[in-house]
């Protein structure tokens, strides 16, 4: 998984009918120190996040294992709000 | 798989049922010297691993088989803690 910072919405009216009444977000990859890096995605939201927000984000095949979204063309899920990310110092 | 060192750990409340009670830890993948490879992810832990210690994990999907048969979304997961590993190539 991924750390990021959701930046945005998308909306998008003609979609695939499995991803109907599901959130799209924005987001911009962050390392844990939150420097961004790498490029912006687009991630379903299943656990009510909002723009601003530290999340994590799970990829791939693995994304479809997100609450609700069997079965749906996915590839990124936001899969939690993150609280606090502490890192060993020197790291 | 991979190797990593464990540099942190992530505190996160709100998320989706199937990963409470799952330990989320911040890895750094490491190349044959333990010199920085790539970048850091998060990855759940299958093994009871801590920071500062060398691990091996695995990404995709395999990464939810350990806690089968709850369905964890996760793509990275650690598999194993490294006691130690000798690579003839830096030895000789």
Same mark, same amino acid.
Do not use: W
């Given at each position: 998984?991924?750390?990021? !910072?959701?930046? /945005?919405?998308?909306?998008?009216? !003609?979609?695939?009918? !499995? ?8 987001? !911009? ?20 996040? /909002?723009? /601003? +927000? ?25 899969? /939690?709000?993150?609280?606090?990310? +502490? ?5 | ?24 830890? &911040?890895?750094?993948? %490491? $190349? ?19 920071? $500062? #210690?060398?691990?091996?994990? &695995?990404?995709?999907? #395999? ?15 650690? &598999? ?6 000798? %690579?003839? #190539?830096?030895?000789?």
């Amino acid at each position: 998984m991924i750390l990021a !910072r959701i930046v /945005g919405t998308v909306v998008a009216t !003609r979609k695939d009918p !499995r991803l109907v009444s599901n959130k799209l977000l924005v987001a !911009r990859p962050m390392d844990p120190h939150g420097k961004s890096e790498g490029n912006y995605l687009v991630a379903v939201d299943t656990v009510d996040a /909002g723009v /601003g +927000e530290t999340v994590l984000i799970v990829s791939g095949s693995s994304a479809r294992m997100a609450a609700g979204m069997k079965d749906c063309p996915v590839d990124a899920a936001v899969v /939690g709000i993150v609280d606090t990310v +502490e890192v060993a110092a020197g790291d | 798989m991979q190797l990593a060192k464990v540099i942190g750990d992530v505190v996160v409340t709100r998320k989706d049922d199937a990963l409470t009670g799952i330990k989320l830890l &911040v890895l750094q993948p %490491i $190349g044959a010297d333990g010199s920085n490879v790539g970048r850091t992810l998060v990855a759940v832990d299958a093994v009871g691993s801590g920071v $500062g #210690e060398t691990v091996f994990f &695995v990404r995709g999907k #395999e990464a939810s088989f350990p806690f089968y048969p709850t369905e964890v979304p996760a793509d990275a997961g650690i &598999v194993g803690i490294v006691d130690h590993y000798d %690579i003839d #190539e830096l030895t000789n």
